[in-house]
């Protein structure tokens, strides 16, 4: 666990997976390799248009979502 102290000053990356797909899948994968066997998220600035809203939900799903989930088989 980690205590979360919100601010300018804690790096973004130090209480958050964020970045590229791929890098989103690293973090995630680093994390499971310190045991980690559950994530929630929330998504934040979701595009406004809803199809564009559908392609980036699509995109999680597909680009985060399933290469992570296949690093817990």
Do not use: H
Not at 9 to 32: F, K, Y
């Amino acid at each position: 666990m980690m205590e979360l102290q919100l601010g300018f000053d804690a790096p973004l990356e130090s209480w958050t997976v964020c970045g590229s797909p791929a890098e989103c899948v690293e973090t995630i994968g680093q994390g499971r390799a310190m045991g980690l066997n559950r994530l929630g998220f929330t998504i934040y600035s979701l595009p406004r248009e809803v199809k564009a809203r559908i392609d980036y939900l699509q995109m999680i799903a597909e680009e985060i979502l399933r290469p992570a989930g296949a690093l817990a088989t």
